[in-house]
């Protein structure tokens, strides 16, 4: 494909918003721009391929399409049909699930659709026989309190937050944590590694309905089928949240115990982190639970978006292809000299190191909240987010940890030692920087000093770093 044609098509859907409405396109400008130019750690973040971006601008967008493949409520759905039953095709044979769902609009949608299948499947509810027998809001009062009655309080046991657990898996913030009753397993302190026999005997106590594993800021692998055997022995569903390292099991770094897949009963993911396609989530199950997973939409959620199903069906045959698996291993390689890199000059790293795409910073070894180091970092030109450490002392707003991921900047092409450069510049920052003080001269756990010349000189740094890299080299907005 011409490189051109990118830069045409990119260009030409640019000057269309803006005979309506400059400003969009100005700010859709900007944003290039602005991703072009910042060196991102964000562990959850990737850049979509053209492809990917291209096939989710058009009349997709106006379809309605609840229901399924072949049997929705809307009138005139063969191309939806078309772009949905490619995207689950691709999912089912990238990941060798027998079922894929790919309607949730993100990840905390898939989530919900995981939950209320499993619910569904296996808590006894004559309530919920109703209402599926039924339209959902033809309920009659009492039939909500019976359902209330029937499906709440059922048990959950999944990672804790600030072990690198999710807010989905049964935390308040979340309506998982109303819907549940939630108990959590967390890390080893001495080894910040999950210890099974813990998560065996939390389990043995609490007999969840669901076992959830997956994280988002949890460095090391998960053996699943330890997680499996665990599930089975108090007969609970296991639930695999692979949001961030879809893109690592798509792409084979994650195999055998590694793989959620073989070993869960249901897989949930996002399609826009590691996996690199477009903002959504999807659904993997066996045959047992495909019925109810399809009853996503309009269980829980809003009518299907078809044109972000045509960009999965994009990225997801994009995974398929060989150069994916590559691009998955440099995640971990890259990840890995970044790891290395830091200790070798002093950072503290919870569990020492990693093996996947992130790595989390103890940055109370720079005598730093996880606040001022985001900041001092990103005054710097270097793009983070402050994460928890296990027991963190600071809780989950100011936190002490800083949380750096690979997928983006390995997607630009930056290599081992280039990690090792941006080693060097985080390492720079922190160790320059010192905690400020409040108005009244205490010590302040969000205000910070450092040196503008510091801040400045490795912004520059930053930038050359990327220079070789251009983000879509073949989109030219002119
Ligand atoms: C990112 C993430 C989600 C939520 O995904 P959204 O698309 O933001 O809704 C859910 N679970 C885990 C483990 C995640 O990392």
Same mark, same amino acid.
Request: charged share 20%; glycine share 10%.
């Given at each position: 494909?011409?490189?051109?044609?990118?830069?045409?098509?990119?260009?030409? @859907?640019?000057?269309?918003?803006?005979?309506?409405?400059?400003?969009?396109?100005?700010?859709?400008?900007?944003?290039?721009?602005?991703?072009?130019?910042?060196?991102?750690?964000?562990?959850?973040?990737?850049?979509?391929?053209?492809?990917?971006?291209?096939?989710?601008?058009?009349?997709?967008?106006?379809?309605?399409?609840?229901?399924?493949?072949?049997?929705?409520?809307?009138?005139?759905?063969?191309?939806?049909?078309?772009?949905?039953?490619?995207?689950?095709?691709?999912?089912?044979?990238?990941?060798?699930?027998?079922?894929?769902?790919?309607?949730?609009?993100?990840?905390?949608?898939?989530?919900?659709?995981?939950?209320?299948?499993?619910?569904?499947?296996?808590?006894?509810?004559?309530?919920?026989?109703?209402?599926?027998?039924?339209?959902?809001?033809?309920?009659?009062?009492?039939?909500?309190?019976?359902?209330?009655?029937?499906?709440?309080?059922?048990?959950?046991?999944?990672?804790?937050?600030?072990?690198?657990?999710?807010?989905?898996?049964?935390?308040?913030?979340?309506?998982?944590?109303?819907?549940?009753?939630?108990?959590?397993?967390?890390?080893?302190?001495?080894?910040?590694?999950?210890?099974?026999?813990?998560?065996?005997?939390?389990?043995?106590?609490?007999?969840?309905?669901?076992?959830?594993?997956?994280?988002?800021?949890?460095?090391?692998?998960?053996?699943?089928?330890?997680?499996?055997?665990?599930?089975?022995? $108090?007969?609970?569903?296991?639930?695999?949240?692979?949001?961030?390292?879809?893109?690592?099991?798509?792409?084979?770094?994650?195999?055998?115990?590694?793989?959620?897949?073989?070993?869960?009963?249901?897989?949930?993911?996002?399609?826009?982190?590691?996996?690199?396609?477009?903002?959504?989530?999807?659904?993997?199950?066996?045959?047992?639970?495909?019925?109810?997973?399809?009853?996503?939409?309009?269980?829980?959620?809003?009518?299907?978006?078809?044109?972000?199903? @045509?960009?999965?069906?994009?990225?997801?045959?994009?995974?398929?292809?060989?150069?994916?698996?590559?691009?998955?291993?440099?995640?971990?390689?890259?990840?890995?000299?970044?790891?290395?890199?830091?200790?070798?000059?002093?950072?503290?790293? $919870?569990?020492?190191?990693?093996?996947?795409?992130?790595?989390?910073?103890?940055?109370?070894?720079?005598?730093?909240?996880?606040?001022?180091?985001?900041?001092?970092?990103?005054?710097?030109?270097? $793009?983070?987010?402050?994460?928890? $450490?296990?027991?963190?002392?600071?809780?989950?707003?100011?936190?002490?940890?800083?949380?750096?991921?690979?997928?983006?900047?390995?997607?630009?092409?930056?290599?081992? @030692?280039?990690?090792?450069?941006?080693?060097?510049?985080?390492?720079?920052?922190?160790?320059?920087?010192?905690?400020?003080?409040?108005?009244?001269?205490?010590?302040?756990?969000?205000?910070?000093?450092?040196?503008?010349?510091?801040?400045?000189?490795?912004?520059?740094?930053?930038?050359?770093?990327?220079?070789?890299?251009?983000?879509?080299?073949?989109?030219?907005?002119?």
């Amino acid at each position: 494909m011409s490189r051109n044609a990118e830069s045409t098509a990119f260009r030409s @859907a640019l000057e269309v918003v803006r005979g309506v409405e400059p400003r969009v396109a100005d700010a859709i400008a900007a944003e290039l721009a602005d991703q072009r130019e910042s060196l991102k750690l964000i562990a959850s973040e990737n850049y979509a391929s053209p492809a990917t971006l291209l096939a989710m601008g058009n009349w997709f967008s106006d379809k309605y399409a609840e229901g399924t493949v072949g049997r929705r409520f809307y009138a005139g759905c063969q191309n939806v049909d078309t772009v949905e039953a490619l995207a689950a095709e691709h999912a089912r044979e990238l990941f060798g699930a027998s079922h894929a769902y790919v309607q949730p609009h993100s990840g905390i949608d898939a989530n919900l659709v995981a939950f209320w299948a499993v619910l569904a499947d296996r808590v006894e509810s004559p309530a919920l026989r109703r209402a599926q027998a039924r339209q959902v809001n033809d309920l009659t009062e009492a039939d909500w309190f019976a359902l209330r009655r029937e499906l709440g309080n059922q048990r959950m046991l999944g990672m804790s937050l600030d072990a690198g657990g999710h807010l989905t898996h049964g935390f308040r913030p979340n309506i998982s944590g109303k819907m549940f009753d939630q108990r959590s397993y967390g890390t080893d302190p001495a080894t910040g590694l999950i210890d099974y026999d813990r998560v065996a005997e939390a389990a043995r106590e609490f007999k969840p309905l669901i076992l959830v594993a997956g994280y988002s800021a949890y460095p090391r692998k998960v053996n699943f089928r330890i997680m499996r055997e665990i599930a089975d022995s $108090v007969g609970a569903t296991f639930m695999v949240d692979m949001a961030h390292f879809a893109g690592l099991v798509a792409g084979k770094v994650f195999t055998g115990d590694f793989d959620p897949v073989p070993h869960a009963h249901i897989v949930t993911t996002t399609t826009h982190k590691s996996l690199r396609g477009p903002r959504g989530g999807m659904v993997l199950c066996g045959p047992e639970l495909a019925d109810q997973v399809d009853r996503g939409c309009p269980m829980v959620l809003g009518g299907p978006l078809p044109h972000v199903m @045509a960009a999965k069906a994009v990225a997801l045959a994009e995974a398929r292809r060989p150069d994916f698996a590559d691009y998955a291993q440099r995640i971990v390689d890259n990840a890995q000299a970044l790891a290395d890199g830091l200790l070798r000059r002093g950072a503290t790293l $919870v569990t020492g190191g990693t093996d996947n795409h992130l790595v989390l910073i103890d940055v109370s070894g720079y005598g730093l909240t996880g606040r001022q180091a985001e900041q001092a970092l990103l005054d710097s030109g270097i $793009v983070t987010n402050r994460n928890s $450490v296990p027991q963190d002392p600071n809780g989950a707003w100011y936190t002490s940890g800083i949380r750096i991921g690979t997928p983006a900047l390995t997607t630009r092409g930056l290599g081992a @030692a280039e990690m090792d450069a941006t080693a060097e510049l985080i390492h720079t920052v922190l160790s320059q920087t010192t905690p400020g003080t409040g108005p009244d001269g205490a010590p302040s756990k969000a205000k910070y000093v450092l040196d503008p010349a510091v801040a400045e000189s490795v912004g520059k740094q930053a930038a050359d770093l990327l220079t070789p890299f251009p983000l879509y080299p073949a989109v030219d907005l002119g």
